[in-house]
């Protein structure tokens, strides 16, 4: 059975468990406990310090998707499409070819409903598998409001999740959509959901790893930190800096002598 049909199985049976990654020594931690592993555009935050995640190229994408895909061994991994790269089905095939080439990745993710139907297409029919992304769509969003206040806004996104079933996506990730929306959504499709900011609802869960560890700044109400990494480097580099200065490092055993 491969990769994408082990996601799909798990649906209605078990948690996806899904995690940002760009560097290999990451990704090799974050492979033993996920199923799903993706090099998300949050890079451009995370990594870059952009505002929005407009700035990320393609190039970008590919040079970190190559180093996670070093550490990677069992997880599917995923790999976005950054802004302006799949705006017609021609220039987001030769994109998304690049990335699988140059990547060696099992599928890539593109933001949007109804609008990209017929680019989906063109990657499923070329044997592109492709996640979908509906809700808050970070690389077009002009500001970040959960999705799905208004009864005509609900039906949209529901609508599109069906419509990207049915173009053959694997599975959708649901960003920042109300609790009683997501549960519809995941309950109306048979492919899984994969929530971030959309409650316990759906089939899976993601989050960008930085914020997880509390490497990051970001205090998005749908983030829980597990850990405070940032307060480890800090103990680990005052000690560093304290065995320098008072001659205790580097001893004998960390030198080399004839």
């Known amino acids: 059975m491969n990769k994408i049909k082990k996601i799909k199985n798990k649906k209605n049976k078990t948690k996806l468990i899904c995690l940002t990654a760009y560097s290999k020594n990451i990704a090799s931690t974050l492979d033993k406990y996920c199923d799903i592993i993706l090099v998300g555009d949050s890079l451009g935050s995370v990594l870059y310090n952009f505002k929005t995640t ?3 190229s393609l190039e970008m994408m590919i040079n970190h998707a190559r180093s996670v895909k070093a550490g990677v061994k069992k997880s599917l991994l995923v790999v976005d499409m950054p802004f302006n790269t799949y705006r017609d089905p021609n220039e987001a095939l030769k994109n998304a070819m690049r990335i699988i080439k140059q990547t060696k990745c099992d599928a890539v993710k593109l933001e949007g409903g109804k609008k990209i139907i017929p680019i989906i297409r063109i990657l499923i029919k070329n044997k592109i598998s492709v996640m979908g992304h ?3 769509l970070p690389q077009t969003e002009k500001k970040f409001v959960f999705k799905g206040k208004k009864l005509k806004e609900r039906n949209k996104i ?4 069906k419509l990207l079933e049915k173009a053959g996506v694997f599975s959708i990730v649901l960003e920042c959509t109300e609790k009683k929306l997501s549960k519809d959504i995941t309950n109306n499709l048979k ?3 994969i929530g971030i900011g959309a409650s316990i609802n759906c089939d899976g869960q993601v989050l960008v ?3 997880l560890l509390g490497l990051s700044d970001g205090k998005f109400k749908f983030v829980k930190q597990f850990a405070n990494i940032t307060k480890l480097i800090d103990q680990a ?3 560093f800096k304290f ?4 001659k205790r ?3 004998n055993k960390h030198s080399f002598q004839n």
């Open 54 to 56: 407009k700035k990320v």
């Open 209 to 211: 790893t930085d914020d």
């Open 243 to 246: 065995e320098v200065q008072n």
């Open 237 to 239: 580099v005052r000690k």
């Open 191 to 193: 492919i899984p959901t």
């Open 158 to 161: 529901l609508e599109d999740a």
């Open 134 to 136: 509906l809700g808050i």
């Open 249 to 251: 490092f580097p001893k």
